[in-house]
């Protein structure tokens, strides 16, 4: 059903750099900006990344993002416990005209 | 600062409608447009639509087409989303969410519907 695929699960230990792929096509991340959303258990998704690599107010800056072709990526720099959580990379598809969500992937602090 | 209420969780009979409304407060209600989406227990997020508040025109994703129907009372900041005949499949949490550029930057706390018989 998703059409942008991600790693079903990721994890690190507090401190590590942990990074998350999305891989599209080039009707969604090839020829749109990608957003990250971040889900914490029981609670409702936030923005986390927006075009591409922008962090709204409040996002500290260990999260970063980039995208490249029809990929994207994820980057936590310094894992901490509370960034255990989902997490979901979206794009707009041209050829579907609508907004497509990643696979989600869970990310385990060890 | 920005609040997206939406209303209570519901349980529905298979083959009936559910409306969820989304109250939006702390800004412009006309001046963005409001997603759709659902997450259904353990599964990823589904887009299901967007609605300009301000001329009431819908964008619905094909899945949905012809069983959902997105509305907006501009007087009371309000928008809906309803979804007919409903299947087991449509158990879900359900979430109204502001669109800022190509993204969502507010979420609702989300409704959770459960369809049953």
Redesign the interface.
């Given at each position: 059903?998703?059409v942008l695929t991600q790693p079903p699960s990721a994890s690190g230990t507090p401190g590590q750099r942990v990074t998350i792929s999305c891989s599209g096509s080039s009707s969604n991340i090839g020829s749109?900006?990608v957003?990250w959303?971040q889900q914490l258990p029981g609670t409702?998704?936030?923005?986390l990344i927006?075009?591409n690599n922008q962090r709204?107010s409040g996002v500290p800056d260990r999260f970063s993002g980039s995208k490249s072709g029809t990929s994207a990526s994820l980057a936590i720099s310094g894992l901490q416990s509370e960034d255990e959580a989902d997490y979901?990379c979206?794009?707009?598809d041209d050829s579907?005209?609508?907004?497509?969500?990643?696979?989600?992937t869970k990310v385990t602090v060890l | 600062q920005v609040q997206l209420v939406q209303s209570g969780a519901e349980v529905k009979k298979p083959g009936a409608s559910v409306k969820v409304s989304c109250k939006a407060s702390g800004y412009t209600f006309i001046g963005y447009y409001m997603?759709w989406?659902r997450q259904a227990p353990g599964q990823?997020?589904?887009?299901m639509?967007?609605i300009n508040p301000d001329s009431g025109g819908t964008?619905y994703?094909?899945k949905f087409q012809g069983r959902v129907t997105m509305t907006r009372d501009t007087s009371i900041r309000t928008a809906y989303m309803e979804l007919s005949r409903l299947r087991s499949d449509d158990t879900a949490v359900y979430?109204c969410?502001r669109v800022?550029?190509?993204?969502?930057?507010?979420?609702?706390?989300?409704t959770r519907v459960t369809v049953s018989s």
């Amino acid at each position: 059903q998703s059409v942008l695929t991600q790693p079903p699960s990721a994890s690190g230990t507090p401190g590590q750099r942990v990074t998350i792929s999305c891989s599209g096509s080039s009707s969604n991340i090839g020829s749109n900006t990608v957003n990250w959303y971040q889900q914490l258990p029981g609670t409702a998704p936030k923005l986390l990344i927006h075009s591409n690599n922008q962090r709204p107010s409040g996002v500290p800056d260990r999260f970063s993002g980039s995208k490249s072709g029809t990929s994207a990526s994820l980057a936590i720099s310094g894992l901490q416990s509370e960034d255990e959580a989902d997490y979901f990379c979206a794009a707009w598809d041209d050829s579907l005209n609508g907004y497509v969500f990643g696979t989600g992937t869970k990310v385990t602090v060890l | 600062q920005v609040q997206l209420v939406q209303s209570g969780a519901e349980v529905k009979k298979p083959g009936a409608s559910v409306k969820v409304s989304c109250k939006a407060s702390g800004y412009t209600f006309i001046g963005y447009y409001m997603h759709w989406v659902r997450q259904a227990p353990g599964q990823g997020l589904e887009w299901m639509g967007w609605i300009n508040p301000d001329s009431g025109g819908t964008n619905y994703a094909q899945k949905f087409q012809g069983r959902v129907t997105m509305t907006r009372d501009t007087s009371i900041r309000t928008a809906y989303m309803e979804l007919s005949r409903l299947r087991s499949d449509d158990t879900a949490v359900y979430y109204c969410a502001r669109v800022e550029g190509n993204s969502s930057d507010n979420w609702g706390q989300g409704t959770r519907v459960t369809v049953s018989s």
